[in-house]
């Protein structure tokens, strides 16, 4: 199947501070990608889609100017956490899709993100 | 409101034990379910993608089931093993107006298999 990656895999950060978390297709080109975030026990949450070239479209509730994301490439997405806050302590997880519609979204390993 | 409820919510099984996970769903349309796995620290891995007119779809030890009438699908394992403890998903692709594909996550079942 289709390889997606993410680095780091774990972060530690002090609070203040801007994280910055990387999603990369590894074999396949990625029109589409979605960055989720996932507590302990908890289902993944949807937090911004963004497509290649354009704008990310932010679910509501989530701050579009504290996790900001870039999607330059159609191999490559970032997210990054700005003045981080102890509360943004998660486990964020993107995926990636290779087209529009209904194609298999593609899971990263996710990143372990805890911010003192 | 879409949402994928799973069932039980978590669950002790010995090695080589079958087991059956439950996922009810209110999402309607849909284009497709997905079960996924996802070990604890690491994302979701696909292991049944059915449409809504598929019935069943194996995967090696994993047995998914669909039925549409009722808004029900199960996850089966075969003859589990250590490595099958995890955390399975199921996972409901809406069909929006206007397109796009919001996936609607179950919150999971918490699988733990023990010698």
């Known amino acids: 199947g289709a390889v997606v990656s993410q680095h780091p895999s774990r972060v530690i950060c002090k609070s203040g501070t801007s994280v910055k978390i990387e999603c990369r297709s590894l074999d396949f080109q990625a029109t589409t990608m979605f960055w989720y975030r996932q507590f302990p026990k908890q289902s993944l949450m949807l937090m911004a889609t963004?497509?290649?070239?354009?704008?990310?479209?932010?679910e509501q509730g989530v701050e579009k100017d504290k996790f900001l994301i870039n999607h330059a490439s159609l191999t490559l997405s970032t997210l990054t956490v700005t003045s981080a806050h102890p509360e943004d302590s998660s486990f964020y997880i993107c995926s990636a899709r290779s087209g529009g519609g209904q194609e298999t979204q593609y899971f990263g390993p996710g990143t372990r993100l805890l911010v003192l | 409101k879409n949402q994928v409820e799973q069932s039980p919510q978590s669950l002790i099984i010995l090695e080589g034990k079958n087991c059956t996970l439950q996922c009810n769903y209110t999402v309607s349309p849909f284009s497709n379910l997905r079960w996924y796995k996802q070990d604890t620290g690491r994302g979701p891995v696909s292991l049944t993608i059915m449409t809504f007119s598929e019935n069943t779809k194996s995967n090696g030890r994993y047995t998914a089931t669909l039925d549409a009438d009722t808004k029900q699908s199960s996850l089966h394992i075969t003859a589990s093993q250590l490595s099958d403890s995890a955390s399975y998903i199921c996972?409901?692709?809406?069909?929006?107006?206007?397109?796009?594909?919001?996936?609607?996550f179950g919150t999971g079942t918490q699988l733990k298999v023990e010698l």
């Open positions: 996972v409901v692709s809406p069909i929006l107006t206007g397109g796009g594909n919001k996936l609607t």
């Open positions: 963004s497509n290649e070239g354009s704008k990310a479209t932010y």
